[in-house]
Every structure is written in structure tokens, then in C-alpha cells.
């Protein structure tokens, strides 16, 4: 059964840097395109950042753009989400997603989801 799998996340001031990761039991990186989204309490899940399947094009919501790189490592079936400049705001539940196919798109929707790992920017 495919398993996502994402670490990173923690406690950050203001300022501060966090790079998650998201791991799959299967080869399903190498294939699909990839997204990262995030969901804060009581209120609706956002995205935040996708790449295609070869890592050729990569997509960012407007609030991390200049924040936030995405990137993957097909070898190691993982994909990365470096969060900079992090902002009271950021602070959410982020989440890996296997997209449908192999390009990105906002009509393109999610296939499979992770578990989440908890982001927290307080000072």
C-alpha cells in the first residue's frame, strides 16, 4: 500500500527556515507530479507549492512566492518543500499530495494524500 510520509516540521521564530520532506514506500515520485499543501485551524486546506514529475517546472501560491522552494530527488523517491522567511501566518498542518498525472495545473486534483507534519511560527 503506498505510504507518504513527511518530517520537518517544528517550532520557528519569525525569520526562521524549516526543509521538509516527504518520502514514499513506492516508486510513485519518479512519476506523478507532487504538491505540498497546508491547512490551519478552522480554516480551509490551501496549496502551497507543486512540481512536475521530472522537476523541470516547479508552482507556488502567491503568499510563499520568493519564500519557498520545492524540489525532488526521483532516486530517492522524495520531494522537498524549503520554507525561508517564515511568517506567523505559515504556522499549519503541511501535507505531501500525489497529484493526478504527471504535470501540475490548479484544475489538476489529488490522488493520495500524507499524514501531515505540524508547522508552528511563533515568536
Known amino acids: 500500500q503506498l505510504q507518504l510520509v513527511e518530517s520537518g516540521g517544528g517550532l520557528v521564530q519569525p525569520g526562521g527556515s524549516l526543509r521538509l520532506s516527504c518520502s514514499a514506500s513506492r516508486r510513485t515520485i519518479s512519476i506523478n507530479a507532487m504538491g505540498w499543501f497546508r491547512q490551519a485551524p478552522g480554516k480551509e486546506r490551501e496549496f502551497v507549492a507543486a512540481i512536475n514529475w521530472s522537476g523541470s517546472s516547479t508552482y507556488f501560491a502567491d503568499s510563499v512566492k520568493g519564500r519557498f522552494t520545492i524540489s525532488r530527488d526521483n532516486a530517492k523517491n522524495t520531494v522537498y518543500l524549503q520554507m525561508n522567511s517564515l511568517k506567523p501566518e505559515d504556522t499549519a498542518v503541511y501535507y505531501c499530495?500525489?497529484?493526478?498525472?504527471?504535470?501540475?495545473?490548479?484544475?489538476?486534483?489529488?490522488?493520495?494524500w500524507g499524514q501531515g507534519t505540524q508547522v508552528t511560527v511563533s515568536a
Open positions: 499530495a500525489k497529484m493526478r498525472g504527471n504535470n501540475y495545473s490548479p484544475a489538476v486534483p489529488v490522488d493520495f
